[in-house]
């Protein structure tokens, strides 16, 4: 089982920006595919982005789509997500998972058996 951790969450007012990171505890991320999920009260987990082993893929869901960045950094064990225009529709716990999914389930839950703890997201004036 890989460790995964994430920070980065918080209260931000509608139209604001947040960057999560999720951290690899004792791993590199360089031979893993990572994708973020968030999880709103009383709805199903959905996938928000997510990135292929090598980097050159990178896939948005819905409306992260056109705001939202995934990106890996240079030491291999973090990956982040830039979180820009953020909506009230946005609050969600986010999580961060890690794995070698097929092409087709690279930003679907399905595709991940190692998972963050999450961390909180909340917009709201």
């Not at 982005?49 to 992260?64: D, E, F, L, P, Q």
């Amino acid at each position: 089982q890989l460790q995964l951790v994430e920070s980065g969450g918080g209260l931000v007012q509608p139209g604001g920006s947040l960057t999560l990171s999720c951290t690899a505890s004792g791993f590199y991320f360089d031979n893993y595919a990572v994708a973020w999920f968030r999880q709103a009260p009383g709805m199903k987990r959905e996938g928000v982005s997510c990135i292929s082993v090598s980097g050159n893929i990178k896939r948005y869901v819905g409306t992260a789509n056109g705001r939202f960045t995934i990106s890996r950094d240079t030491t291999g064990t973090k990956v982040h997500l830039q979180m820009n225009k953020l909506t009230p529709e946005d609050t969600a716990v986010y999580y961060c998972a890690a794995d070698i999914p097929t092409v087709q389930d690279m930003c679907e839950a399905r595709g991940y058996d190692n998972w963050g703890q999450g961390t909180q997201v909340t917009v709201s004036s």
